[in-house]
């Protein structure tokens, strides 16, 4: 007789159970409900520098847990909806670095944002959304006018409270790669002036899974990563750079010095950023960055030194 108990039967009875436990404490307590999201806030605050599978499993732990309690009469259900939709973000942005599917997550984090009428939310997953709809555009410098629009509507969702500045500004920096792309340089230089404008307002904005990066790193590499494609290579490698001396996990940033190289014609100085931001993005277990250095390398020219990085990077 097999006693094993299937894997999704066990987490289903495991979070049922963790549920039962905490929910008498939250029932009716908006200070139990607060510490859950603040929960959900360090968990989102330490996405970049965990593991994608251990931000997953807490994060979807956070999820389940709001998802019970605000069914429960009494609940402080705004909170628990905030909570649910931060924590499903959360859990999406961990899975598009893993390449798993983040669509489900997406889709939970938007609904619970508009239960609880929360704009800011609702932005971040819409940018979450533009982010694995066109991961594929974005490997090869292709963007689109889905993705523009998914960014307005975002750009719209996130007010313009000072709170939500740093949301804003990962939400132009992508406006402005976007359009880079599509040959609107002007434009895209027009989206760097508002987010370097916003970067400059930013606080403390713990419900927005990007804050921590924006104000520690990840704007000079957004910003030279719209650079690179508006076709501003000096400043681009000069951004890159100053993220690079920054960041925990440098691999997009790798990425990007790789191409703005490669178009420059130095081959051996696109193999060396790809290198390295294989090792980072291995380091990190980020099997998207890894993937986009994967992408890139095939594009390089067949040289010694491309072939003993295609020896590295092999799955």
Do not use: N
């Not at 973000?89 to 939970?108: D, H, M």
């Amino acid at each position: 007789m097999d006693l094993r108990v299937p894997r999704r039967t066990f987490l289903a009875v495991s979070g049922a159970l963790a549920a039962g436990l905490w929910l008498p404490t939250v029932r009716g307590s908006p200070a139990a409900a607060e510490a859950l999201h603040r929960r959900a806030q360090r968990t989102a605050a330490g996405a970049r520098s965990t593991r994608p599978a251990g931000t997953i499993a807490a994060a979807t732990d956070l999820l389940t847990l709001a998802e019970v309690a605000a069914l429960a009469p009494g609940a402080a259900r705004r909170s628990l909806h905030r909570t649910a939709s931060l924590a499903a973000a959360t859990a999406a942005l961990a899975a598009q670095r893993a390449q798993r599917p983040s669509s489900g997550f997406i889709t939970r984090a938007r609904e619970h944002a508009d239960a609880a009428g929360d704009g800011p939310l609702r932005a971040q997953a819409l940018v979450l959304q533009r982010d694995g709809e066109g991961v594929a555009g974005h490997m090869m410098d292709a963007g689109s006018q889905a993705s523009v629009k998914l960014l307005r509507a975002a750009l719209h969702a996130a007010g313009s409270g000072r709170d939500t500045a740093s949301l804003r500004a990962g939400v132009h920096y992508r406006l402005a790669w976007e359009r880079a792309t599509l040959g609107d340089a002007h434009g895209a230089l027009q989206e760097l002036e508002g987010a370097d404008a916003s970067v400059a307002l930013t606080g403390s904005a713990p419900d927005y899974f990007e804050d921590a990066d924006i104000r520690g790193g990840a704007a000079a590499a957004k910003r030279g990563k719209a650079l690179r494609v508006a076709r501003r290579p000096v400043e681009a490698e000069a951004a890159l750079a100053e993220a690079m001396s920054t960041r925990l996990h440098p691999a997009g940033a790798l990425v990007d010095i790789a191409k703005a190289r490669a178009a420059a014609g130095d081959v051996e100085g696109a193999v060396a950023a790809l290198e390295e931001g294989y090792l980072a993005a291995r380091t990190a277990e980020d099997r998207r960055a890894a993937h986009h250095v994967r992408t890139v390398a095939a594009t390089l020219p067949d040289t010694t030194a491309t072939r003993q990085l295609r020896a590295l990077i092999r799955d």
